[in-house]
């Protein structure tokens, strides 16, 4: 299958991100060579900053294989924003649909016919403290198994020092190094010709976060925490923490303050 032609749209964002990026990252890119040079396949990207999609972008434009990300079907509506994510072919995700695996037929057909899906597992920002990948949601998992594609793990880090996760304010002096490494594809056969089930999609996507995880540890140079972050933990903590605060102020009494921490 050849390779997808370089249109106009994609030229046109990349003479305008290049420049800039260029002029505020130093860059250090690794295992361009795990990119397969022809046929579908997925990547799977941590997400540590607002800035760190172009920066992937950059990255996957100069292996000559174009990206197509997932996003927000909400975005394609945009004004600017949405005449170039339909432009260069993003794929929009219809979060209300009823059918989860109908959510990704797009990123299934652009894979059958051998075009690179971009997805950024964690579905947002990273929350972890420590800014570690998450846990992950099951979407890149699905589509990995209906297809069978090579599922490439890449690690990013540098664009959460030029401007933090969540953060609107930019930390441009000293110039920072965006580094970028892909990794080998991910051995997922251990999940094929299963059924779909739940608990076999979130099976598969630990095992995709891991792979995410340990390409981050070779660029930072350190362990990634045993337990991984998970947002919605977290969330459940927070709430039982607010109702036992609430019961204490009713009775009186002490609020409860077992668990009280990190919520990692």
Same mark, same amino acid.
């Not at 964002?13 to 060579?33: Q, S, Y």
């Not at 002096?173 to 089930?197: C, N, Q, W, Y």
């Given at each position: 299958?050849?390779?997808?032609?370089?249109?106009?749209?994609?030229?046109?964002?990349?003479?305008?991100?290049?420049?800039?990026?260029?002029?505020?990252?130093?860059?250090?890119?690794?295992?361009?060579?795990?990119?397969?040079?022809?046929?579908?396949?997925?990547?799977?990207?941590?997400?540590?900053?607002?800035?760190?999609?172009?920066?992937?972008?950059?990255?996957?434009?100069?292996?000559?294989?174009?990206?197509?990300?997932?996003?927000?079907?909400?975005?394609?509506?945009?004004?600017?924003?949405?005449?170039?994510?339909?432009?260069?072919?993003?794929?929009?995700?219809?979060?209300?649909?009823?059918?989860?695996?109908?959510?990704?037929?797009?990123?299934i057909d652009a894979v059958n016919r051998g075009e690179c899906v971009a997805f950024y597992p964690e579905g947002t920002l990273t929350r972890d403290p420590d800014v570690w990948p998450m846990t992950g949601k099951t979407g890149a998992a699905r589509v990995a198994l209906s297809t069978k594609c090579p599922v490439i793990p890449?690690?990013?880090?540098?664009?959460?020092?030029?401007?933090?996760?969540?953060?609107?304010?930019?930390?441009?002096?000293?110039?920072?190094?965006?580094?970028?490494?892909?990794?080998?594809?991910?051995?997922?056969?251990?999940?094929?010709?299963?059924?779909?089930?739940?608990?076999?999609?979130?099976?598969?996507? +630990?095992?995709?976060? /891991?792979?995410?995880?340990?390409? *981050? $540890? @070779?660029? #930072?140079?350190?362990? =990634?925490? +045993?337990?991984?972050? /998970?947002?919605?933990?977290?969330? *459940? $903590? @927070?709430? #039982?923490?607010?109702? =036992?605060?609430?019961?204490?102020?009713?009775?009186?009494?002490?609020?409860?303050?077992?668990?009280?921490?990190?919520?990692?």
């Amino acid at each position: 299958m050849p390779r997808r032609r370089i249109g106009f749209w994609y030229r046109f964002a990349a003479v305008i991100a290049k420049p800039p990026l260029v002029l505020l990252l130093k860059r250090d890119w690794r295992g361009m060579e795990n990119i397969p040079a022809e046929g579908g396949f997925i990547t799977v990207v941590n997400h540590i900053s607002h800035v760190d999609p172009l920066v992937y972008a950059h990255y996957q434009y100069n292996t000559g294989r174009l990206p197509r990300f997932l996003a927000k079907s909400g975005l394609f509506k945009k004004g600017f924003v949405g005449t170039m994510m339909r432009g260069t072919g993003q794929i929009p995700v219809y979060r209300e649909s009823t059918d989860a695996l109908s959510a990704f037929r797009a990123a299934i057909d652009a894979v059958n016919r051998g075009e690179c899906v971009a997805f950024y597992p964690e579905g947002t920002l990273t929350r972890d403290p420590d800014v570690w990948p998450m846990t992950g949601k099951t979407g890149a998992a699905r589509v990995a198994l209906s297809t069978k594609c090579p599922v490439i793990p890449v690690a990013q880090w540098g664009a959460n020092e030029l401007l933090p996760p969540y953060s609107k304010k930019p930390s441009p002096f000293p110039r920072k190094t965006a580094r970028v490494v892909a990794g080998p594809p991910i051995d997922l056969s251990r999940f094929h010709d299963r059924e779909m089930t739940p608990e076999l999609l979130k099976e598969c996507t +630990e095992a995709i976060m /891991d792979a995410i995880t340990r390409e *981050l $540890e @070779q660029i #930072r140079g350190e362990k =990634a925490p +045993e337990r991984r972050y /998970d947002p919605r933990e977290v969330r *459940l $903590e @927070q709430r #039982r923490r607010a109702a =036992a605060r609430q019961a204490a102020e009713r009775t009186g009494g002490p609020a409860a303050t077992a668990g009280e921490g990190n919520g990692k």
